[in-house]
């Protein structure tokens, strides 16, 4: 990855003015998943992997935005913004531009310079980011500001209405408000979140299956629509309650038979009793909790897939792992490993070998602190490690 002078030059070089430099992060979630559009609790943390925006604005209403990952340049209007192909990169920025202009706030044009490091369709956010870093850019160099928890409501809406992809607010969220050896802890319906320390020697370390599920999205608006369906199924006997937020176990419990069993949700609890572990520093109690969300998402949810399965099974078997599961939407992608830091060295040799001789894939194993949320980087008063 290029350092952010290097960014800046290469902004230079293509657009021919200085510009600033901003980036927001990746996230992993420890625990929570598939909860946040339920209006529940997620705990997630943002990661030490950026996409940076570096921009400057126009003199006009042209957005000229390039991606460096892409090897492309897109030039539109804000006044003609409207989504490119199925799956285009160039969507995320454009739908967030779309969503400022569709508030007050009235955007200047700019040239941005886009530069992920966050691997692509690994459910580690690297849409989300890319959404948090262009807002942020394009309302700074417009001269505005808006509080964090509204920018995230803009990105996750720009994702819903204009990518087409029906997200929570999980991520753009902990994109926004990540704080550095901190999860998140929020609540989903109200919005409220405090941070929850994360203790001094654990590391989090995350295996990357190198799985990509072509249905990840179809199926997530799939899970989605279940559940709403279940919430109408429920509040036939249930008038009272809003989401599966509000439906304890034990009426869904009797209520079974009218659900399907993917919208079978327990998580929601378990997230309390991991913050409530992590706030007495009982490390132990975390892996029950995080092998019983695995399953959970494996068995009642149905949105794991074998090698999530096979590297997290590998995972718990390892020396100094507190706690394994995946993390993110599933169907591929990554786990997340809360490892000590000692054991950190010897845990990514043994799952990269063993999950390698049982797949043939050669896994990703990346290890990360967790990170501050979106900011704009001064590299020439606080020059960042190079
Ligand atoms: C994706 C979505 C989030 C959340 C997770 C599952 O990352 O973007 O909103 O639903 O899946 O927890």
Redesign the pocket.
């Known amino acids: 990855m290029k350092t952010p002078r290097q960014l800046l030059d290469g902004f230079t070089a293509r657009f021919g003015t200085a510009a600033k430099i901003y980036r927001a992060p990746g996230r992993v979630?420890l625990i929570g998943?598939?909860?946040?559009?339920n209006d529940g609790f997620v705990l997630p943390a943002a990661i030490e992997f950026y996409c940076w925006a570096v921009a400057a604005p126009r003199n006009d209403r042209k957005l000229v935005i390039h991606s460096e990952n892409f090897h492309q340049t897109i030039e539109t209007t804000l006044d003609s913004l409207t989504p490119l192909g199925r799956g285009h990169w160039a969507n995320y920025p454009l739908g967030v531009a779309w969503a400022l202009e569709r508030t007050e706030i009235r955007l200047k044009g700019a040239n941005i310079y886009i530069a992920g490091e966050i691997p692509l369709g690994a459910?580690l956010?690297s849409s989300a980011a890319i959404e948090v870093a262009v807002a942020f850019a394009l309302l700074r160099e417009s001269g505005h500001e808006l509080g964090l928890a509204e920018l995230a409501q803009l990105c996750q809406r720009a994702e819903n209405e204009f990518v087409g992809a029906r997200?929570?607010?999980?991520?753009q969220f902990v994109s926004c408000h990540g704080r550095a050896s901190c999860a998140l802890l929020l609540d989903c319906r109200s919005l409220e979140h405090r941070l929850v320390k994360l203790p001094d020697d654990i590391q989090l370390v995350i295996c990357n299956t190198m799985v990509k599920h072509e249905l990840a999205s179809s199926e997530?608006n799939l899970r989605r629509a279940e559940c709403e369906e279940g919430v109408r199924k429920l509040r036939t006997v249930f008038p009272e309650i809003r989401a599966l937020r509000d439906v304890n176990l034990r009426q869904l419990e009797a209520q079974r038979r009218i659900l399907a069993p993917k919208v079978f949700f327990t998580e929601n609890e378990r997230v309390k009793r991991a913050v409530a572990a992590f706030d007495a520093a009982d490390l132990q109690a975390l892996g029950p909790l995080m092998q019983d969300s695995h399953r959970s998402l494996r068995d009642d949810y149905d949105v794991s897939c074998d090698e999530l399965d096979l590297i997290t099974e590998i995972a718990v078997a390892q020396p100094g792992v507190i706690g394994a599961r995946m993390t993110?939407?599933g169907f591929g992608g990554c786990t997340i490993n809360l490892v000590e830091s000692a054991a950190v060295n010897d845990f990514k040799r043994n799952v990269a070998a063993e999950y390698f001789s049982r797949t043939n894939r050669n896994p990703e194993i990346y290890v990360s602190s967790a990170s501050e949320g979106v900011q704009q980087i001064d590299i020439t008063q606080n020059p960042p490690a190079e």
């Open positions: 979630n998943e598939h909860t946040d559009y459910g956010s997200v929570g607010i999980m991520d997530y993110g939407g």
